[in-house]
């Protein structure tokens, strides 16, 4: 079955770099979602967006921004990086937020700032 | 704001043996969803099993099984027949019903020895 798909999987950048990070949810899918895992920390919520609309927003910076497009993919930009942003992003897909469907995650994305 | 706790940083089971993972949380609301997803070294994020909180029945996956207290604010992910693959650290989720967020707890490490 198709799963989530993140690109790249790995990114290494320096600090006040910018960086994308690129998902592309399981097809049929229309909901999406982006988290931030810490070295050894929890998963955090930062937004989520269906139908191409931001549906709710976490603890995600201002330098951070994110998009959903037409074919339901979805992109998180971030600015002017810093150290802490080291971390693996995730990314989650779902078939209708409405019925707080399930949520199935993409492999991740680990992102270095030096 | 909900928050799940996972009292047990690690645990261990001997191969072929049963084990059970606690999970507390607290919220205020009655609809709700209950989850716990699997993190093995690949840090990829698998959903194990999911709880609908209107549901008095216990949810089962195969091996997977949870016992849910709902008026406990409990929910524990019993393991059984503890194979060397189900090594992994284990997060218990929350989700508000209508929400989009996922809040985690802080994981517990399983280690399945042979």
């Known amino acids: 079955a198709a799963g989530v798909i993140q690109s790249p999987r790995h990114l290494i950048k320096e600090k006040r770099e910018t960086a994308t990070l690129k998902c592309y949810p399981i097809?049929?899918?229309?909901?999406v979602y982006w988290y931030q895992q810490g070295p050894g920390q929890d998963p955090q919520f930062l937004i989520s967006?269906?139908?191409?609309?931001?549906?709710d927003k976490g603890s995600i910076p201002d330098r951070f921004s994110a998009q959903q497009f037409s074919d339901y993919h979805s992109e998180l930009n971030m600015s002017s990086l810093e150290l802490g942003d080291s971390a693996l992003y995730f990314c989650?897909?779902?078939?209708?937020?409405?019925?707080?469907?399930?949520?199935?995650f993409g492999p991740g994305t680990r992102l270095t700032v030096l | 704001a909900q928050t799940v706790t996972q009292s047990q940083p690690e645990m261990s089971v001997q191969e072929a043996e049963t084990v059970t993972l606690s999970c507390t949380y607290d919220?205020?609301?009655?609809?709700?969803?209950l989850f716990w997803y699997k993190q093995p070294p690949s840090r990829q994020m698998i959903l194990v099993i999911r709880?609908?909180?209107?549901?008095?029945q216990n949810a089962t996956e195969n091996r997977f099984s949870v016992n849910f207290q709902k008026a406990a604010k409990s929910f524990s992910l019993k393991i059984s027949d503890s194979q060397l693959g189900d090594a992994a650290m284990y997060f218990c989720?929350?989700?508000?019903?209508?929400?989009?967020?996922?809040?985690f707890g802080k994981g517990m490490k399983l280690t399945v020895n042979p």
């Open positions: 097809p049929r899918h229309d909901t």
């Open positions: 989720a929350y989700m508000q019903g209508g929400s989009e967020k996922l809040v």
């Open positions: 919220t205020s609301e009655s609809d709700y969803y």
């Open positions: 989650a897909s779902s078939l209708d937020s409405t019925s707080t469907d399930t949520q199935y």
């Open positions: 709880q609908e909180a209107y549901k008095q």
């Open positions: 967006f269906y139908e191409k609309m931001q549906s």
